[in-house]
Structures are given as C-alpha cells and as structure tokens.
C-alpha cells in the first residue's frame, strides 16, 4: 500500500516555471514506478512523466520533452516534477499515481493516485 500526496501547483504565466511535489508514505517506496498524469474536463488522464522502479529510461510525453523534469529521492520518499517553459496548454490537474514493480505510461495501470494538484498556465 502506499499513499500519495502532491503539493506545488498554482498559476503560472507563460513561459514560466513550477515544481510539483509528490510524497509518498509506505515501506517500500522503491519498489514502485511513479509517475505524473494530467487530466483537463472531457478528457482522459494523459501521461506526463515516469520513473520506474527498476530503474529503466525514463519516459517523457513528446508534449513535454525538453521542458519536464521528473526526480525522485527513494531516502525522502518523493518526486517532483520541475516544469519549465509553461504553456497554456499545460493547464491541467496533475496527479501523482504509483504502481508496484510495473512499468506502464497507461493511467489504467496505476491502482494509487493522490488527490491532485491544479495548475493553471495563463498566456
């Protein structure tokens, strides 16, 4: 089991910058893959960002390759999500979600989510 709670999110203006935080309470935080997902109204949860937890490549959404930073501190138990060069787009509910030893971009994947954090990017 492991519970999940994100912090960070606010508004932002284009072209600037947020750090998301997600901290996890459990035992075994190593053994889960973590990762963020978006979601805007009338739309799925879409992949933002991953780090497994066998350590594999980490996987980024094209939308946000070069501008989307994910870390993670298996001590701390947490992840942040540093999102540079922030555009309207970008405007979402961004959720921290956790599955054990998996490795999946798909949100049905993920039986662990927190609440979520808004993030509004105005242009």
């Known amino acids: 089991q492991i519970q999940l709670v994100e912090s960070g999110g606010g508004l932002a203006q284009a072209g600037g910058s947020l750090t998301l935080s997600c901290a996890a309470s459990t035992h075994s935080f190593i053994s889960y893959t973590i990762a963020w997902f978006r979601q805007t109204p009338g739309k799925e949860r879409e992949y933002v960002a991953g780090?497994?937890?066998?350590?594999?490549?980490?996987e980024y959404a094209d939308s946000v390759k070069g501008r989307f930073t994910i870390s993670r501190n298996n001590i701390e138990d947490r992840v942040w999500l540093q999102m540079n060069s922030l555009k309207p787009d970008d405007t979402a509910v961004y959720y921290c979600a956790a599955a054990w030893r998996k490795e999946s971009t798909d949100a049905r994947e993920y039986p662990y989510w927190g609440q979520g954090t808004q993030v509004t990017v105005s242009s």
């Open positions: 780090l497994t937890w066998s350590g594999a490549p980490t």
